[in-house]
């Protein structure tokens, strides 16, 4: 089974890619784990950025076959930003 915490370092690498810079997780809202993910599973990860003012945040969802896995929204600051 793969863990909750990799399915959110999914999450990270994913909007780390998007935003072409290395990112801190620094809080979470909302997180709902809905599924278990399997070995060999195909799972559709799904990121959508909002700024706010706490960070950066990255409203996420992991879906298989259109059923819902997780979703939430994890907050992120680049990686070298001031506080």
Do not use: C, H, W, Y
């Not at 994913?14 to 801190?24: G, Q, S």
């Not at 950025?49 to 945040?57: A, E, M, P, S």
């Amino acid at each position: 089974m793969l863990p909750a915490v990799m399915q959110l370092l999914s999450v990270r690498l994913l909007a780390e890619a998007m935003v072409e810079n290395r990112l801190a997780p620094v809080g979470v809202e909302r997180l709902k784990f809905k599924g278990m993910v399997s070995p060999g599973e195909v799972v559709r990860v799904r990121v959508t950025f909002k700024d706010r003012t706490d960070g950066l945040g990255a409203e996420f969802s992991l879906d298989r076959e259109g059923a819902a896995i997780a979703s939430g929204t994890i907050i992120f600051r680049p990686i070298g930003a001031e506080g």
